[in-house]
């Protein structure tokens, strides 16, 4: 399953894990070096626990580079104000 590191309350990191729209959390210390908020594991998920975490560079990227598409469009169909200004 894909999980997203929401967030950090606390220092307790939130997932979400993106199959089952569930949101766990885990001791920061039990997730693999170089995880920080905004990046993407493939995780396996047992009676209700995250059991197994690894991080998932890939999807990471793809997600990323595709919400910088979608913030590059946004961007560019702003044309100004449609009210003139005195």
Known sequence: MKAYFD???DD???LLIEE?????TKP??????????????EAT???NEIVEIKLDPST???KKQTTEDLLAKLRGKNKGSKFNRD
């Open 45 to 47: 998920v047992i009676h």
């Open 20 to 24: 089952t729209k569930k949101q766990f």
């Open 7 to 9: 967030r950090i309350e």
């Open 60 to 62: 990471t990227y793809s």
């Open 12 to 14: 307790v990191a939130v």
């Open 28 to 41: 920061i210390e039990q997730l693999p070096a170089g995880a920080v908020p905004g990046a993407w594991f």
